[in-house]
């Protein structure tokens, strides 16, 4: 590892993408908070993996089998992004929807810029082909000028809803129904939004966009090509896990709107962490969770060290828990990836029965959001977000989704404007 010159992250990803070519750029980002203090960025991968469609599908491959492929058979760090509907291969059956992006997409890189964005420190990894091209590129010095961003813009109102705000209040209400009937305990029940664009534009430039207004610590962007990409500006670590094998997740569930005065800002934060009904959708995600884990870690190695805890964003205040175990001696990230999947706090509980009553309402394929994006390391250990607060891009179209975790007294116009706080930003970031 080589400490090198300070640059600033947006403007050494714009640097980045025009000396290697945006295609296979990967960008972790973080806030600069405690949990977002690191970032990481790459370029030109060595090797790429892209893994579609759904089980019995021409043409279609398990991306948990590629993804024990780069397990067994790491030469460099592995960056991608696994889709939610990768749950038919753990799961299959009439739950999922094919989606149009990428099941999997990986690239292996043999140098990563790494930095510390609280301490303005960085440092390159790894060895590979391009080394000396980006350590020379690094040394030049910073490149002062501001990043570019892209300058189209998307009006609020130019949007189009897969769902309607009066339809969604009308599927919490159905699936209140099958709570009701003990199908279900809690469901994320999520609505979609689109626009395509009249002009292409590159991911990097709308993903400075993003993080300008939605700055998260588990956020980032990865170019698969030209014609797809994801951007992400997600508060929420969905798994990692250590070289010793210290495993680490952190649902979240329950949210509250921020507010520029102050009083009304702490009122609705303490009204959050009082709130009944959003500390048992926690608690019932923390249990299921814990079930996950059960199923990879030592047997008494399981501890939930943070209950219920609030956390506050740039747009919202959040309850997240921590939830922590040990993996056992025959099992590996993949395997605890795949014990996890999908994710219980964008599913529900019990999670295939909330997937396959959800299919039943969501009009389109979730794709990468809701699934993650991922990091295998060069020294084996594993990390790994929620794809929430979202932007997908393939070719010229935009799409975001947003969901809310449903229970039994959940209000459905509650659950509707809960949609809005966690949509606007994005939708405002790139308006």
Same mark, same amino acid.
Request: with cysteine; charged share 20%.
């Given at each position: 590892?080589?400490?090198?010159p ?14 290697f070519?945006e295609?296979?750029?990967?960008w972790l980002?973080g806030?600069?908070s ?16 892209r893994c ?9 491959a398990?991306p948990?089998e ?9 030469n460099g ?9 990768a ?24 140098v990563?810029?790494q930095?510390d964005l609280?301490?303005?420190?960085l440092?390159?990894?790894?060895d590979?082909p391009q ?8 040394r ?6 501001e990043?570019?961003?892209a300058?189209m813009g ?42 395509n664009?009249t002009?292409?534009?590159?991911a990097l430039q709308?993903y ?6 939605c700055? =998260?610590?588990?956020g ?6 030209? /014609? ?5 500006? @997600?508060?929420? +670590? #969905? ?5 010793a ?15 520029q005065?102050?009083?009304l800002?702490a009122?609705a934060?303490a ?13 019932m ?17 399981i501890?939930?060290p ?14 997240t828990?921590?939830v922590?175990?040990?993996l ?5 990230p993949?395997?605890?990836?795949r014990?996890?999947w999908p994710g219980?706090?964008?599913?529900g509980?019990?999670?295939?029965? =909330? ?6 309402l969501?009009?389109? /394929?979730?794709?990468?959001y809701?699934? @993650?994006?991922? +990091? #295998? ?12 607060r ?8 935009l ?5 809310c975790?449903i229970v ?5 116009e509650?659950?509707a ?6 949509i606007?930003p994005?939708l405002?970031?790139l308006s």
């Amino acid at each position: 590892m080589t400490q090198l010159p300070w640059w600033d992250p947006s403007c050494l990803a714009t640097a980045m993408a025009r000396h290697f070519g945006e295609e296979g750029l990967v960008w972790l980002d973080g806030d600069g908070s405690q949990l977002g203090q690191r970032a990481l960025l790459a370029a030109a991968p060595q090797r790429q993996l892209r893994c579609c469609g759904l089980p019995g599908q021409p043409g279609s491959a398990d991306p948990f089998e590629a993804l024990e492929e780069i397990q067994q058979n790491r030469n460099g760090i592995w960056l991608g992004w696994l889709a939610y509907e990768a749950g038919a291969w753990v799961e299959p059956g009439r739950h999922w929807q094919k989606p149009d992006m990428a099941t999997l997409w990986a690239g292996c890189y043999g140098v990563v810029v790494q930095l510390d964005l609280q301490h303005q420190q960085l440092w390159l990894s790894g060895d590979g082909p391009q080394r000396q091209a980006l350590e020379a590129l690094i040394r030049s010095g910073p490149d002062l000028s501001e990043p570019a961003v892209a300058q189209m813009g998307v009006a609020i109102d130019q949007w189009h809803w897969h769902t309607t705000i009066s339809e969604f209040e009308r599927q919490v209400a159905t699936v209140q129904a099958w709570i009701g009937a003990g199908d279900l305990f809690q469901a994320n029940l999520t609505a979609c939004a689109e626009h395509n664009l009249t002009v292409k534009s590159g991911a990097l430039q709308l993903y400075q966009r993003l993080r300008r207004r939605c700055p =998260a610590p588990f956020g980032g962007v990865m170019v698969a090509s030209n /014609a797809e990409a994801v951007l992400s500006a @997600s508060p929420e +670590r #969905f798994l990692s896990c250590d070289a010793a094998g210290n495993v680490e997740t952190r649902p979240i569930k329950g949210t509250r709107p921020r507010h520029q005065d102050p009083d009304l800002d702490a009122a609705a934060a303490a009204e959050l962490v009082s709130s009944p009904k959003d500390r048992a959708e926690n608690v019932m995600i923390v249990d299921l969770l814990r079930n996950d884990l059960g199923r990879v870690c030592t047997t008494g190695s399981i501890e939930v060290p943070q209950l219920v805890g609030l956390e506050s964003y740039a747009q919202v205040h959040h309850l997240t828990s921590v939830v922590s175990g040990k993996l056992r001696p025959d099992q590996n990230p993949v395997a605890l990836l795949r014990a996890c999947w999908p994710g219980g706090s964008i599913t529900g509980a019990p999670k295939i029965s =909330a997937c396959s009553h959800l299919n039943q309402l969501e009009p389109v /394929a979730r794709g990468p959001y809701c699934g @993650s994006f991922f +990091r #295998f390391n060069f020294d084996g250990s594993f990390d790994s977000n929620l794809l929430i607060r979202s932007v997908m891009l393939r070719d010229k179209r935009l799409r975001i989704h947003g969901g809310c975790g449903i229970v039994a007294d959940s209000n459905p116009e509650q659950e509707a404007a809960e949609l809005g706080w966690k949509i606007q930003p994005l939708l405002a970031a790139l308006s």
